[in-house]
């Protein structure tokens, strides 16, 4: 099988077997610890700009199936694993993870030693990296790692979004078990008008909202305060999304002008968006958060929640988070006081906002899952109640 390279731009250089299509990819490369999902990774619009590292050994095992894509392509810029299967044990498969890979014309690499990597990046840092099939030239590959380009200050959202609006009307199905659904399943209620933000959006976020009852309009990024208003939706949803939350201000300019006139839930990107919005700061995690089986605490209930996370920003808090709070930690913002609601108990990290003058909440994590636990799906639930509530 051909060699290839994988170099980062601080001159460190892995070297494995060349694995979906042949060709270069530059981006930042991080890594990722379910041990399931990769195909729902691969097609989450997030990962843009995003090598792709899976600290689990064996990848495409289960193959590839349609029904589990997130998005309509692959969106990840490279990937990298530690060994690829070409045989897949799944009834569900339609084709095995090399096929797929070079049908998206995904650049990737495998045969290298991906926890030697994990732990080179726990140290050092997520950073620009280059996988090459094209080169055995390690000088070269380093040099082209340190060109390309940084997602800092970038707006990749621009790349991911919708170019129109859209509705949506799918929901999960039958094979969403009812102890995730809820009240969902049996109730006839209300359909609440929910305008969506396309930041980057999971198709399974789209199905969770209309399992709760809500019609969804998806819009693109760009769409104005002033066009959502025209609408009249009964709440806002801001979707995930890829890169620096700084790179998309006009998406924090016009959600800033719908605090207060509309229920907002925001996931992911669009809880960053919110805390920029309410006059918080945002920053860049060392080596982000990536993975189905994070650690976070609800300090509200003191409840613990295996979630999904993907993001490399995190909204800055108060000096004072450096261990668990008994309490929520309430702060003063320019469009009044946020509550702290949940925090990664990993590294302490923001995890979730209230606001206590404004129908308005967030979680950095997704509690749509896929991939993922369903631990967090009360919180499409609370969305509704919320817009009940503000509507009376």
């Excluded at 990819?25 to 990769?38: K, S």
């Excluded at 690499?109 to 090459?132: C, F, M, N, P, Y």
């Excluded at 078990?177 to 399974?204: C, I, T």
């Excluded at 939706?233 to 939350?245: I, M, Q």
Aim: hydrophobic letters at 40%; one cysteine or more; proline letters at 5%.
């Amino acid at each position: 099988m051909k060699k290839a390279l994988l170099a980062l731009a601080d001159g460190t250089v892995f070297e494995g077997r060349a694995l979906g299509y042949t060709g270069e990819a530059l981006g930042e490369v991080v890594f990722n610890t379910a041990m399931t999902g990769y195909q729902e990774v691969l097609t989450d619009p997030s990962y843009k700009g995003q090598i792709i590292t899976m600290t689990c050994p064996h990848i495409g095992n289960y193959g590839v199936t349609p029904e589990d894509i997130e998005s309509q392509k692959v969106w990840a810029e490279g990937f990298v694993v530690m060994e690829a299967s070409r045989l897949a044990s799944n009834w569900r498969s339609k084709e095995c993870i090399q096929d797929y890979l070079t049908k998206a014309k995904l650049v990737a690499i495998e045969g290298l030693d991906t926890r030697a990597l994990t732990r080179h990046l726990r140290e050092k840092g997520s950073q620009q990296a280059v996988i090459t099939h094209l080169s055995a030239d390690r000088e070269s590959a380093v040099k082209k790692a340190k060109q390309a380009p940084s997602i800092l200050g970038r707006d990749l959202v621009a790349e991911v979004t919708s170019k129109r609006s859209y509705e949506w009307d799918k929901g999960s199905g039958e094979w969403m078990p009812d102890v995730v659904l809820g009240p969902a399943r049996s109730e006839r209620r209300k359909p609440w008008r929910v305008v969506a933000y396309d930041f980057g959006v999971k198709e399974n976020i789209l199905r969770r909202l209309v399992d709760v009852g809500c019609h969804v309009t998806v819009v693109p990024a760009s769409t104005s305060a002033a066009e959502v208003q025209a609408l009249k939706p009964d709440g806002v949803f801001l979707s995930n999304g890829p890169g620096d939350p700084e790179g998309v201000p006009y998406a924090m300019e016009a959600v800033r002008a719908l605090i207060g006139r509309y229920p907002i839930f925001g996931i992911c990107l669009g809880h960053q968006i919110i805390g920029l919005a309410l006059g918080l700061k945002t920053y860049k995690l060392k080596f982000g958060h990536h993975g189905s089986n994070h650690p976070v605490l609800d300090i509200r209930t003191r409840k613990v929640e295996i979630t999904s996370q993907n993001h490399n920003f995190a909204v800055q808090g108060p000096t004072l988070i450096g261990d668990v709070p008994e309490r929520p930690v309430t702060i003063e913002t320019a469009l009044g006081k946020v509550s702290i609601t949940h925090l990664s108990l990993n590294d302490q990290s923001i995890e979730g906002l209230v606001c206590l003058d404004q129908p308005v909440f967030s979680v950095q994590y997704h509690p749509e899952a896929s991939p993922g636990p369903h631990d967090s799906a009360y919180l499409f639930e609370e969305f509704v109640q919320l817009m009940e509530k503000h509507h009376g």
